[in-house]
């Protein structure tokens, strides 16, 4: 599980969380509209840009019937062909270039997910960083060893996979190659509802592979992504649109800029309060113990004067006896007369 770097950025426990923003289709085939969401996730704070890259023609066949139309109601893509929504959804190869360019000058990394061969073969020519597996691709074994064999950083979704599955998975990736990885626990459903997201899995994912864990987190809101950074989680991704009222085919569950930043913000601080196991106070609480409960004497005392509950009291602030003293106090006798506001200590005790 050791850490490692995507470009500069450090991935791995001893870093704050990597966050993805995911383009996918939400540019509505639109090159400004894409350049605008690059500058927007920017400004929000994303770690790295995200792309995916292939044709419809790399992903199905031009058939608008059968099981290559999405006849589903509760789809989000119900009523189109598999076909007319990637050619909806793609990115353009031709873009890849003048976006990326635009992401680096922004000081973000950025990558894709390669669904075909070809499309690692375009991707190694733009010099990528790193490579995403989605998850509907993950028990292609095919492409895995294709992009492993780049010796690059891969990041798999492991959404419907078996632990079979990605047990397959990861030792065809380590075999051909691959030597830093991340697995993404991921919900593939559009949009995913936080009960059905199971973050609990992250730290057994961890331990099961040895390696680097996150989430693709296809919930509204970040609260699901803030938590699995405490369960483990070092790398984030989120879809990512300028306006949700935009449209587009991921439009509505991504997230929107203000949302982005909150999501950057949130998850360095769930990581900054990990820290390690603790107890007693810190360096920085030091300066608080005076305000601990202590013994003070609550009324002006002559020498000889027996402590009582009328004389004595635990109160604040903490520069007395601890309170767990005040039964061998009581029924003892002052040493010299005591000013009211004294912290009570042995040696006036009698």
Known sequence: MNSFKIGSRIIGPDAAPFVIAEMSGNHNQSL?????????????????????????????????????FI????SLWAGSSLYALYQKAHTPWEWHAPIFERARALGMLAFSTPFDETAVDFLESLDVPAYKIASFENTDIPLIRKVAAT??????STGMASIAELDESVRAARQAGCKDLVLLKCTST?????????IRTIPHLAGLFGCQVGL??????????????????TVIEKHFTLDRADGGVDAS???????????????ERAWQGLGQVRYGATQAEHKSLVFRR???????????EVFSPDN??????GLGLAPKHIDTVLGRKARQPIKRGTALSWDIVG
């Open 32 to 68: 400004d509209q894409a350049l605008r969401i690059v500058d927007a996730a920017a400004k929000a704070g994303a770690h790295a840009l995200k792309l995916q890259t292939y044709t419809a023609d790399t992903m199905t066949l031009d058939i608008a019937e059968g099981e290559f």
């Open 71 to 74: 006849k589903d109601p509760n």
């Open 151 to 156: 010796g690059k950083p891969m990041i798999i």
């Open 190 to 198: 559009y949009p995913a509802s936080p009960e059905n997201s199971h």
């Open 216 to 233: 693709s987190d296809h919930t509204m809101g970040v609260g699901v992504s803030v938590a699995a950074v405490a369960m483990g989680a």
């Open 253 to 267: 569950f991504s997230l929107e800029p203000a949302e982005m930043a909150s999501l950057v913000i949130e998850t």
């Open 294 to 304: 202590s013994l003070y004497v609550v009324r002006d005392m002559a020498e000889g």
């Open 312 to 317: 004595v009291r635990a109160i604040r602030p």
